[in-house]
Every structure is written in structure tokens, then in C-alpha cells.
């Protein structure tokens, strides 16, 4: 691949955090589902969650606007939340 092919290339702005020791996954329903083996979720018009049951989530091309709503959204699955979440 030559320098101008990797211009072309779409980016996707990723985001991993650490929000609790554990999400309750069952409880979250049928909501906006993409898949289930990583559960993913959408978010917004192009953004993608995928979220583990041991307390992570991670963000694929998900404003910051909008990922306060989501996270704010999954507070009542998450158990023992972190006190301060973990970002990677």
C-alpha cells in the first residue's frame, strides 16, 4: 500500500472505558441491537457500542455529546461502578 492509497481510507475514532466490575447485559432488552456475540448496540447515525459483561464498553465513532447520553443510559446495569471510569 502506497502513501496515497492510506489517505483514502476512512477513520474510525475508537474509544474503550471501563464504567464497572460488571453489566447485567439480560436487562438491557432488545434495544438497537447490531449483534450479540460482542453485544453491539447503535449510537447516533453512524456510531457503533459494543458492550462486555464485565464492565466495558467501547465506542466506535461516537461524539462525546452523545456518549454521555449512553453511558448515562447503561448506569442501571452496571454493577459496583467505578469510581473513576477508565479510558483507553
Known amino acids: 500500500m502506497n502513501a496515497t492509497s492510506k489517505s483514502t481510507l476512512p477513520t474510525v475514532k475508537a474509544r474503550g472505558r471501563l464504567i464497572g466490575k460488571q453489566l447485567d447485559l439480560r436487562s438491557l432488552g ?47 446495569l452496571v454493577r459496583e461502578s467505578v469510581a473513576r471510569m477508565e479510558t483507553e
Open 30 to 76: 432488545q434495544a438497537k441491537r447490531i449483534a450479540v456475540q460482542s453485544l453491539t448496540l447503535s449510537s447516533g447515525e453512524k456510531g457503533l457500542a459494543v458492550l462486555f459483561r464485565y464492565g466495558a464498553v467501547v465506542l466506535f465513532d461516537v461524539p462525546v455529546e452523545q456518549e454521555a447520553e449512553l453511558i448515562a443510559s447503561l448506569t442501571p
